[in-house]
T-cell receptor, first 113, second 117 residues
Framework: EDQVTQSPEALRLQEGESSSLNCSYTVSGLRGLFWYRQDPGKGPEFLFTLYSAGEEKEKERLKATLTKKESFLHITAPKPEDSATYLCAVRTYYGGSQGNLIFGKGTKLSVKP | NAGVTQTPKFRVLKTGQSMTLLCAQDMNHEYMYWYRQDPGMGLRLIHYSVGEGTTAKGEVPDGYNVSRLKKQNFLLGLESAAPSQTSVYFC????????????????FGNGTRLTVT
């Protein structure tokens, strides 16, 4: 069974304190790994797509990396406005809904000033 | 460019009542999806559509029906609401995977918060 597991469930950082969020996956055939940001009362907002092991993507203070078993979302010198829930999702080659994403439960990040 | 728009934003139903959630997208996407999000469960796929006039079941389809009469609209219906259907419902759309635009991420609306008493 395809699974996506995110850790930790919650993370509290001080402003400027860098850290990483983890997304480990077990899938039959990875077609893409996606990172989303979700603010309270809003829908998930797309951040990155990673396709193959060794790939990296960056956006402002965020950097996503991918290995054959997991992905990391590195946050460098975070600011309070980076506080949100970060969701990881995978798309596989198999199954009836080939457009569908399988989501992890998310990591809730809080950055205190 | 509004993206994905969901109506209503909030709704309270009594057990046994029916309602329809509306999703509209202006990105000309072929694929559309309905998810529900519950605390501790993550996002789970209810139904999806790969084109106008087509629908298919996702992971948790029981108690829901959908229709895709127009490419830009995807409706989610609850015929007889139950308290277990209390949730936040998200609609999303995307290009087909493998299209020229890349691996086609899903674009989400801002959700409908439904409470069934």
């Amino acid at each position: 069974e395809d699974q996506v597991t995110q850790s930790p469930e919650a993370l509290r950082l001080q402003e400027g304190e860098s850290s990483s969020l983890n997304c480990s996956y077990t899938v039959s055939g990875l077609r893409g790994l996606f990172w989303y940001r979700q603010d309270p009362g809003k829908g998930p907002e797309f951040l990155f797509t990673l396709y193959s092991a060794g790939e990296e993507k960056e956006k402002e203070r965020l950097k996503a990396t991918l290995t054959k078993k997991e992905s990391f979302l590195h946050i460098t010198a975070p600011k309070p406005e980076d506080s949100a829930t970060y969701l990881c999702a995978v798309r596989t080659y198999y199954g009836g809904s080939q457009g569908n994403l399988i989501f992890g439960k998310g990591t809730k990040l809080s950055v205190k000033p | 460019n509004a993206g994905v728009t969901q109506t209503p934003k909030f709704r309270v139903l009594k057990t046994g009542q029916s309602m329809t959630l509306l999703c509209a997208q202006d990105m000309n996407h072929e694929y559309m999806y309905w998810y529900r999000q519950d605390p501790g469960m993550g996002l789970r796929l209810i139904h999806y559509s790969v084109g106008e006039g087509t629908t298919a079941k996702g992971e948790v389809p029981d108690g829901y029906n959908v229709s895709r009469l127009k490419k830009q609209n995807f409706l989610l219906g609850l015929e007889s609401a139950a308290p277990s259907q209390t949730s936040v419902y998200f609609c999303a759309s995307s290009e087909p995977p493998g299209s020229t635009t890349g691996n086609s991420p899903l674009h989400f609306g801002n959700g409908t918060r439904l409470t069934v008493t």
